[in-house]
């Protein structure tokens, strides 16, 4: 008895999507079929570890293509773990990952984007078939069940289930192809054609660790005709990748073998192969990708290591491997050292792990720093992907200071383009002589630092300023509190000591201006009840009359907002306003005060310059309309 099934609506979007937007690289579709083939056999592997009797002993894992000519279908079959009627409607006919929607709504909104790179992220792996079939006949038995079933859909929405036979366990699936993709004059993309068959096996999964098996035509010269002979074939070379000698892998090999585990579209950026002997026998091969995920910043990430022992896979995502901060490396580790059958919990405790977790922490980050100091532009690529995670190290893990601090990057007043950026020895390296601290400002971006009211006198005095765009930056380096010896000086935080800088008869002045103008400070800070908590006369500002700033103590206004906006948090800055003595606008607002300290239009100038301040330190005013009122009013 047969049952159709309608696909999840967002399923079926996507099979519209896949079956009629893309044309390039369709020939993805075999990598999808076989990873999943060879999936299954290390399911059914990993499960007959426990339930001996499930398979014999001396079973023999393979996966088989046909070309059928004359039924212009191709079948890949596997020996593996199978499916139930459930796990058929659960696995093949939902989509139950979360990233689809996104998928669905990328693929509709930015025809740019390479279809190929999008199934890749997104591992939408069996529905690739439709791209190349009209009708998907999956035949598939249960590794100890005796029910077998048919599945069978031509990707229109709905699919069949029924009852069928099969005599081994494993899953069988025949694509009937589209008629393009049969044809003799197109062999590249007739799938039909053995040699293409070959080549793509070649291309994309030779290292699966299962053999791939063909049935190879081979003419043979019989007397005066030529006859066909059939030769089986297995089209992979079968060692896993990591086992060989460094020497002997090509580049693309690498890249391939990354591509197929990882699910990416790109090539990494980096490769890290080493083997280690002696207390702690293993091989790693690390990936540092290219690209972050797309969402790499925004949710918990699962961590991209897998452990192997002697080339069987053991476990995906093993977070406890490596810190957390660096999440972003790939990889596989392959150590004889751990039983087959462990457990996470056991995984989490296993002291040789633990060993061998603190050995590629080191091994990872010596790369990045030869990378920094041998390959810049690649560190600079790196960094502009992965750079937020060392910040975040750093915020998170006091014990990693020493090895994270050199690892970084920022931008700087002296950089001539957006992508220039420098390390904190560099920096160091560029100081005046007589400056100990180092200088930074916060801002959305470049401009918005540009136009701090506060950056124009450091910068006439030649004073590099670091710029902290990303919003982590501040956080991190109070965490760090000083760098070689120097502390870190936010450009608008606390009193910036630049008398260093400075000529006797300035300081003088300015200590002159300070007695001078006591009353006005305090009364400016009584107009503004409650709003500020000092006023004082700045030594930081040219050509702005004002600027906000907070103490050193505390939070700084940006990191308020940043908590606010996160955490909804309440905690406040300590907030300072600093008066240019040197401007017309501080000229009108003495004399407005030696006139009438109590007048309205003291109070008035008083919240108008608030007002402006907070303005110019990029956020918005308490009270839009109030001060918007306040502007009319002088003006009238
Ligand atoms: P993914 O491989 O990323 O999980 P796919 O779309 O390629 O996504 O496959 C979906 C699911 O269907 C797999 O996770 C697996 O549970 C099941 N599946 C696909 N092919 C096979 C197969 N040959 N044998 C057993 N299960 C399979
Ligand atoms: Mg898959």
Same mark, same amino acid.
């Given at each position: 008895m047969s049952t159709t099934y309608e696909f999840q609506a967002e399923t079926k979007r996507m099979l519209q999507l896949m079956i009629n937007s893309?044309?390039?690289?369709? #020939?993805i579709f075999l990598r999808e079929l076989i990873s999943n083939a060879s999936d299954a056999i290390d399911k059914l592997r990993f499960a007959a570890l426990t339930e001996t009797n499930l398979v014999p002993e001396d079973a023999n894992y393979e996966i088989f293509l046909v070309p059928d000519q004359k039924n212009k279908a191709l079948t890949i079959s596997d020996n593996g773990i199978g499916m139930t009627q459930e796990e058929l409607i659960a696995n093949i006919g939902t989509i139950a990952k979360s990233g689809t929607k996104e998928f669905i709504d990328k693929l509709q909104n930015h025809e740019h984007l390479n279809a190929t790179e999008l199934i890749g992220q997104f591992g939408v792996g069996f529905y690739s078939a439709f791209m190349v079939a009209d009708k998907i006949t999956l035949l598939t038995k249960k590794a100890g069940t005796d029910l077998a079933f048919k599945w069978e859909s031509t990707g229109d929405g709905k699919y069949n289930i029924e009852p069928a036979s099969k005599e081994s366990c494993g899953t069988t699936i025949t694509l009937h192809l589209k008629e393009e993709h049969t044809l003799d004059s197109n062999n590249e993309q007739n799938y039909l054609n053995q040699q293409t068959l070959q080549t793509l096996v070649k291309k994309? $999964?030779?290292?699966?660790?299962f053999p791939i098996k063909m049935l190879f035509d081979i003419p043979v010269q019989e007397s005066d005709s030529v006859e066909t002979k059939q030769e089986l074939k297995i089209l992979n070379s079968m060692a896993p990748l990591w086992t060989k000698n460094k020497n002997d892998i090509k580049p693309d090999e690498y890249n391939q073998l990354y591509k197929h585990l990882f699910l990416d579209w790109q090539d990494p950026l980096d490769v890290i192969h080493t083997r280690a002997e002696g207390v702690f026998e293993y091989i790693t091969l690390l990936y540092i990708p290219e690209h972050a995920p797309y969402d790499f910043y925004q949710k918990e990430h699962t961590t991209g290591i897998k452990l192997y022992s002697k080339n069987v896979f053991i476990m995906d995502?093993?977070? #406890?491997?490596?810190? #957390?901060?660096?999440?972003?490396v790939k990889g596989i580790i392959d150590t004889p050292d751990v039983s087959l059958n462990i457990s996470r919990e056991i995984l989490q405790q296993n002291q040789t792990l633990k060993k061998i977790g603190k050995n590629l922490e080191k091994t990872i980050l010596k790369n990045l720093e030869v990378m920094l100091k041998n390959s810049r532009d690649k560190y600079l690529k790196f960094f502009k992907e992965f750079g937020k995670a060392i910040k975040h190290g750093i915020y998170a893990d006091y014990s990693s200071h020493e090895k994270l601090r050199e690892l970084l990057l920022f931008p700087s007043s002296r950089s001539v383009t957006e992508d220039s950026l420098i390390t904190l020895a560099e920096y160091v390296a560029n100081m005046k002589p007589e400056q100990d601290v180092i200088y930074y400002a916060t801002g959305k971006d470049r401009q918005a630092i540009d136009s701090l009211p506060q950056i124009e006198v450091l910068k006439e005095k030649g004073l590099e300023i670091l710029y902290f765009l990303d919003r982590v930056d501040e956080f991190a380096i109070d965490m760090l509190a000083e760098y070689a010896g120097k502390k870190f000086q936010s450009i608008s935080r606390g009193q910036l000591d630049l008398s260093k800088f400075e000529t006797e008869q300035d300081k003088a002045s300015q200590d002159k201006l300070i007695n001078e103008n006591k009353d006005l400070l305090e009364a400016i800070k009584n107009a503004l009840t409650e709003k500020v908590d000092e006023v004082r006369i700045s030594n930081r500002l040219k050509s702005s009359p004002v600027c906000l700033i907070s103490s050193? $103590?505390?939070?700084s206004i940006s990191m308020e907002q940043i908590l606010a906006d996160v955490q909804d948090s309440k905690i406040k800055a300590t907030k300072i306003l600093e008066l240019n003595p040197n401007h017309e606008i501080f000229k009108t607002l003495k004399r407005t005060f030696e006139v009438d300290a109590q007048s309205e239009q003291f109070v008035d100038y008083c919240k108008l310059l608030y007002g402006q301040a907070t303005l110019l330190e990029g956020l918005t005013v308490e009270n839009p309309v109030d001060f918007a009122k306040l502007i009319a009013k002088l003006m009238k």
């Open positions: 893309i044309y390039t690289n369709r #020939e994309y $999964s030779d290292y699966i660790r995502d093993c977070r #406890e491997l490596l810190p #957390e901060y660096l999440r972003f050193d $103590s505390g939070i």
